[in-house]
């Protein structure tokens, strides 16, 4: 994603990763033929290439790709279309090499200790790093696609109350966007399964991806001393030429990108089209946004929550998901949730919707220049209306698939039921 030349204000732009699964066609098993695909885009062996306004890159294992907004837009909405468009494309270039694509956070029976191929092209120093220090051929490293939620922001005040906002919000994400309830050809009794991967993959230097939620921090000069120099200081003697040594090493579920003045949110699994996966992000960021606005709570009051406190709620909501059942009472009250009752996660994210999309009700901004360049907060588009009723009504992804397969899906079950997830991907429609 290209850097803007001035840094954007707030809610200004916005930008979108999503990361696709190569599967042969006929068994659906991984397929690690990306470098043949962007070959055959590019006409020489690339680790980008630039399809008008979406871009293709590689990532760290030869059987996935990733689609990309090439430079930030001031909205959400048109761009499941123009990601839609880029998909038709690439399926083009994966027909003859007897591939497709699948969506969802997880492939649910890659054996990635056998099956993993690496990216041995540009920038493999950095995935044979990665693996050295981490061994990527593993679930949460080999096995797992996500959306990356990019927003700007411009100066330490804005970094900060975007900052505390995004801590907030992380827990309840995987309630929204759980996708990945089947891993080795079982159901776990996880929801998000990419996520309960992914908060355990650099358990050999725990600070690289600390509690996954963030550390309460909300200036640059703090974040860089208390978890970039953290992470940088406890890699040193793994990685004495500092090849990790950037920004990008940190894996919390959202990271600072002061190379293009953005938080990336890392939480949401990938959903099984991009309208639904714009949907999911349209909600997040207009959930982000209302919290930057003190709709409901200050920013003072934002910024004292523990990381602990979050990281527990995170850890319940990436099990249960939309069922997960929210006992922090002054936690839902952040959300403008009140009364004494425990609510479910699901009915956190009902109400949101319903303020920001369902409703009439109109983000009020909160402190004089709290919102940058961001003068229009409000209701989302009406683009979203209809995939986030599915989602409501009948839970994330995750559930409806489970309702698919069942408690104990053979092989061709579970192939019956992916299948069908790849042709929603094929359709850009939603998994009912």
Known sequence: MSVPE???HLFAGFGIELEYMLVDARTLAVLPVADAVL????????????????????????HLLELKTRRPGP????????FQRSLGRMRELLAPLGGRLMPTGMHPWMDPTRETQLWPHEGTEIYQTFDRLFDCRRHGWANLQSVHLNLPFAGDEEFGRLHAAIRLVLPLLPALAASSPVVDGRVTGI??????????????????AGRVVPEPVYTRAEYESRILERIYRDMAPLDTEGVLRDEWANARGAIARFERSAFEIRILDMQECPLADLATAALAS????????ERWADWEEQKRWPTERLAALLRAVVRDGERTLLGEHAYLEVFGVRGDRDRHAGEVWQHLAESLLFGTAQCTPGAAGASGAAAEAGALGSEWRRPLEIILERGPLARRILEAVGARPDRERLSSVYRRLCDCLDAGTLFE
Do not use: K, Q
């Open 6 to 8: 001035v840094p954007l």
């Open 191 to 208: 929801l998000d399964n990419r996520l309960e991967f992914y908060r355990s993959n650099a358990t050999r230097v725990p600070s690289v």
């Open 39 to 62: 070959r055959a885009a590019a006409g020489s062996t690339v680790a980008d290439f630039e399809d008008g306004e979406i871009g293709w890159s590689n990532e760290l294992v030869l």
């Open 75 to 82: 909205r959400l909405e048109g761009l499941p279309a123009l």
């Open 286 to 293: 207009a959930t982000v946004r209302a919290l930057v606005d």
